[in-house]
Every structure is written in structure tokens, then in C-alpha cells.
């Protein structure tokens, strides 16, 4: 098992960036897939970016691609999501999970841990 805990949501204005933070604890980090979702009030939670193991390929979500970038550090046992120009409907709850599994896969019942979320706010 894996225990995943999120941090850096916040409040920022619309143009603005933050970055999201996901440390792991438990089994070996780099054997999982991980990925960032999100969930806005009254909406299906959405696929955001996923990461393979070694960090060399990257997926992202049509809303998002040019404007995020998802990282990890396996040293450090964290997964990074970088947002940047940030629009109000990128509001949301952020949740970070990991699948435990070497394929790349990205709805959300296909990952097997999950984080508590962390909110993210823009205001116009």
C-alpha cells in the first residue's frame, strides 16, 4: 500500500500559478504510476496528468496541456504538478493517486490510491 498526502492548493488570482505537492509514504514510490485529478462542485472527478515510473513520459488532459506540467521525484517520493496560467474553471478539489501498475492508464477507477485533495480557487 501506499499513503499519499497532498499540499499547495490555495487561492490565486486567474493568470496566477501554484504548485501542488503529493508526498508517498509506504511502498516503494517508483514502482506506481501516478497521477493528478480533479473535482469541481458538481462534476464527475476528471483526469488531470500521469506519470510513468521513471518519470520519462507525461500525459495531460486536453484542458490543461501547455499550461501544467506533472513531475516526480522518486528520491524523494513526491509527485509535483506545476499549473500556470491559471482560468476560474480550473477550480477544484486537486487529488493526487497512484496505480499500481506498469501501463498508463487514465480514468480514475483504473488508480488504486488516493490522497485527500487539496483546494485549488481562481478567481476572476
Known amino acids: 500500500q501506499v499513503q499519499l498526502v497532498e499540499s499547495g492548493g490555495g487561492l490565486v488570482q486567474a493568470g496566477g500559478s501554484l504548485r501542488l505537492s503529493c508526498a508517498a509514504s509506504?511502498?516503494?514510490?517508483?514502482?506506481?504510476?501516478m497521477g493528478w485529478f480533479r473535482q469541481a462542485p458538481g462534476k464527475e472527478r476528471e483526469f488531470v496528468a500521469a506519470i510513468s515510473r521513471g518519470g520519462d513520459n507525461t500525459y495531460y488532459a486536453a484542458s490543461v496541456k501547455g499550461r501544467f506540467t506533472i513531475s516526480r521525484d522518486n528520491t524523494k517520493n513526491t509527485v509535483y504538478l506545476q499549473t500556470s496560467s491559471l482560468k476560474p474553471e480550473d477550480t477544484a478539489i486537486y487529488y493526487c493517486?497512484?496505480?499500481?501498475?506498469?501501463?498508463?492508464?487514465?480514468?480514475?477507477?483504473?488508480?488504486?490510491?488516493w490522497g485527500q485533495g487539496t483546494q485549488v480557487s481562481v478567481s476572476s
Open positions: 509506504g511502498r516503494t514510490f517508483s514502482s506506481y504510476i
Open positions: 493517486a497512484a496505480r499500481d501498475s506498469p501501463v498508463v492508464r487514465t480514468p480514475p477507477r483504473e488508480f488504486d490510491y
